[in-house]
């Protein structure tokens, strides 16, 4: 096969796996499904109370942690769908078949909070993101699977996922440092 067929049959299955995500989502985790408005409130919730919690004095600081979670995990949450190790069955919407509640926001505020908690008590932030993660992995992640908003396949497994958290949180945590310590303000 040359390079312009083998292009053609990547665009044709492409079209054909949007049109059945598309049926999927409609028939079962669209409008009118619990799973639909678990993950609207996976997203609202979090916000609200990361509104009402975040110290505004260190906006800037805290949400650039969030930030560098969020873009991590974005990714790597999508690297992983793409070789079916993590499955979303059901998303937000068609158009984001990756977990873009968790990843893109609870995950993101449930360390942000955890970071500026171990920061402002001088607590530590490894320990306490071994517990979070832990916790995260095993209580969120076991919870999904049961709930069917996450199925993992390939080996991939809820050890995996706590490892994956802690090294996100921890390459965020030395970002935020390294970049504080560019800005002369890291204690």
């Known amino acids: 096969m040359d390079k312009e067929h083998l292009y053609e049959d990547i665009l044709k299955t492409k079209e054909e796996l949007v049109t059945l995500t598309t049926e999927f989502w ?11 408005w678990v993950n ?14 975040i110290e505004k004095k260190r906006l800037f600081e805290i949400c650039f942690f969030g930030y560098t979670t969020h873009v991590l995990w974005a990714n790597i949450d999508n690297i992983m769908s ?13 158009m984001l078949p990756v977990g873009i509640t968790v990843t893109t926001v609870l ?19 490894y320990i306490y993101t071994i517990i979070a993660s832990f916790i995260f ?3 969120f992640g076991g919870l999904s699977l049961i709930l069917d908003l996450l199925r993992l ?12 958290n802690i090294v996100i949180t921890l390459i965020s945590y030395w970002f935020t440092k390294f970049f504080l310590k560019i800005k002369g303000t890291y204690v």
């Open 26 to 36: 409609t028939r079962y985790a669209g409008f009118d499904t619990w799973y639909f």
């Open 82 to 94: 793409m070789n079916n190790l993590i499955i979303h069955p059901h998303s937000l919407t068609h």
């Open 40 to 53: 609207v409130a996976t997203i609202t919730l979090p916000l609200i109370i990361l509104y009402i919690l």
């Open 107 to 125: 995950f993101p505020v449930t360390f942000m909070l955890l970071y500026q908690f171990c920061t402002d008590y001088k607590r530590n932030m």
């Open 153 to 164: 396949e390939n080996g991939m497994n809820l050890f995996y996922l706590f490892l994956i």
């Open 137 to 139: 992995a095993y209580g």
